[in-house]
């Protein structure tokens, strides 16, 4: 019988990654309220100080698996280990944060083993009289809230990243670690990643501005974005948006904020021409003050703003830039 819940973990710089930490939480829960343990499934080179985490943060057992090859992800070697590892630990459910390469494995797993998979989950419970789990996810663009069961298994789903509370750090927990022999071979290996490059922006990082001014779909056109990078300018403040914006390049992609985006808490958060969608709202709703511009009095935005300015931000923005200029003027 399956039993136990995995965690697949990422690490960075031989450390575990937020969202590994966060997804070992969940599995720790998930696991009390089955009487079952937690695994946690690590990869790559100099695993040691990521197992002591781990076991630290909640896992019961550590699969380490020592191999250089695997020191960065890549698709297929990856897929290769988790799918060996289900084999042979049978659990009974499997987390996987949803992060870029999270959510890549998430859909290879579910594909290899012809199994179903929940994406983005917002939370999952244990059903206790049924011994299953529920994945609830949004759906119909944020409208609604799924609750999903999977009849397959392992039951498996990608939980989004800063969409559960870090667990306590315990240097005193005690737990197994399994070395467990990479299954990879060098016919596995298609793709070398030769380093990194990281990314130049001059602009201020949105994860960790204290003003930040967002723009939503109210600005229509990309050539719009000047309304409120003007005002992030004599602001001194980072730019960002809403999901649709990254997606369709008016603003980089990686910047937007949100359930799948950046989580951010700013001490200003200056939302323009923004619905307010749930996903939306999950990444700045611990913003110090939120100040929100929006020509529909009903925009759900307006439930989470401190100040709600309601009117056409094609003139209120201008005029806010223009007075913000003369006062810093003065
Ligand atoms: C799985 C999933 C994950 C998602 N993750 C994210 C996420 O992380 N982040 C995210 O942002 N979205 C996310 N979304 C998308 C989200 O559901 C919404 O579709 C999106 O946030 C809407 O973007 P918006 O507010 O810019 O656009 P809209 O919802 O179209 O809102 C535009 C707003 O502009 C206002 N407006 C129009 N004209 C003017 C004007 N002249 N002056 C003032 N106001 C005006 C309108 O009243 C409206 O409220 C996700 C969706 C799914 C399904």
Not at 35 to 47: Q, R
Not at 151 to 177: A, C, L
Not at 199 to 228: F, Q, R, T, W, Y
Request: charged share 25%; aromatic share 6%.
């Amino acid at each position: 019988m399956e039993k136990d819940i995995l965690v697949v973990c990422a690490l960075e710089e031989g450390s575990l990654t937020n969202p590994s930490i966060e997804a070992i939480g969940k599995g720790r829960e998930l696991a009390n309220d089955l009487k079952e343990n937690v695994l946690a499934l690590i990869c790559g080179k100099d695993l040691n100080k990521a197992a002591k985490e781990a076991i630290g943060y909640g896992a019961d057992k550590v699969i380490k698996v020592e191999d250089p090859r695997l020191s960065n992800y890549t698709t297929l070697p990856y897929t290769k280990v988790l799918d060996k590892v289900i084999d042979e630990f049978k659990p009974f459910g499997v987390l996987i944060p949803a992060t870029q390469n999270g959510r890549d494995l998430g859909g290879r797993i579910s594909a290899r083993r012809s199994i179903g998979l929940v994406a983005d989950c917002i939370e999952v419970k244990v059903l206790k009289e049924e011994r299953d789990l529920t994945w609830t996810r949004p759906t119909f663009d944020g409208q609604l809230f799924s609750d999903i069961r999977i009849t397959s298994s392992p039951k498996i789903g990608t939980i989004g990243p800063s969409t559960f509370k870090m667990p306590e750090f315990d240097p005193d927990r005690k737990g197994e670690i399994i070395e467990y022999s990479s299954p990879v071979t060098n016919e596995d290996i298609m793709i070398e990643i030769l380093g990194f490059i990281k990314k130049h922006n001059s602009d201020p990082e949105v994860s960790s501005a204290s003003i930040i001014v967002a723009g939503g779909l109210g600005l229509k056109e990309p050539k719009n974005i000047k309304i409120i990078k003007d005002l992030a300018e004599v602001m001194g403040a980072a730019v960002s948006g809403s999901k649709p914006l990254a997606d369709q390049l008016w603003i980089p992609q990686d910047s937007f904020v949100g359930m799948s985006g950046l989580k951010v808490s700013p001490r200003l958060y200056i939302a323009i021409g923004i619905s307010g969608a749930a996903q939306h709202i999950q990444g700045m709703r611990d913003s110090g003050m939120i100040v929100a511009i929006n020509n529909d009095p009903n925009a759900a935005i307006f439930k989470e703003a401190h100040y709600c300015i309601v009117g056409d931000l094609f003139e209120i923005v201008p005029q806010l830039t223009e007075k913000i200029k003369e006062l810093k003027a003065q």
